[in-house]
């Protein structure tokens, strides 16, 4: 079973940047980042084809948030910029056996526990 392991959550200010990180086992599977704000459903956050070429963002990130492949292996970095109360949430790491990623959650198969990030006033 493919398994994923995010971090890099925290407390920061609105304006400030914080970086996510995700680590995922076995082959270079789509990636993708969603998260949930307290008393909301589950979003798309942003995703990332397997060889890194190709991204997509919600538009309530786009410009702010970008995702990119870290390495040869199985990892995605989420790098958020000019953070705001809106971005706070739990953001959770997401691997599909399809061989593109897309917006919908239910396309994907394995997900990661989690990683709060809170963003304060």
């Known amino acids: 079973q493919v398994q994923l392991v995010e971090s890099g959550g925290g407390l920061v200010q609105a304006g400030d940047s914080l970086r996510l990180s995700c680590t995922a086992s076995?082959?270079?599977?789509?990636l993708a980042w969603f998260r949930q704000a307290p008393g909301k459903e589950r979003e798309f956050v942003a995703s990332?084809?397997?060889?890194?070429?190709?991204?997509d963002y919600a538009d309530s990130v786009k410009g702010r948030f970008t995702i990119s492949r870290t390495n040869a292996k199985n990892t995605v970095s989420l790098q958020m910029n000019s953070l705001n109360i809106g971005d706070t949430g739990i953001y959770y790491c997401?691997?599909?056996?399809?061989?593109?990623?897309?917006?919908?959650?239910?396309?994907?198969?394995?997900w990661g526990q989690g990683t709060q990030v809170t963003v304060s006033s």
């Open positions: 076995g082959s270079r599977w789509p």
């Open positions: 997401a691997a599909t056996l399809r061989l593109a990623p897309s917006r919908d959650a239910a396309t994907y198969d394995f």
């Open positions: 990332v084809s397997r060889g890194g070429l190709v991204s």
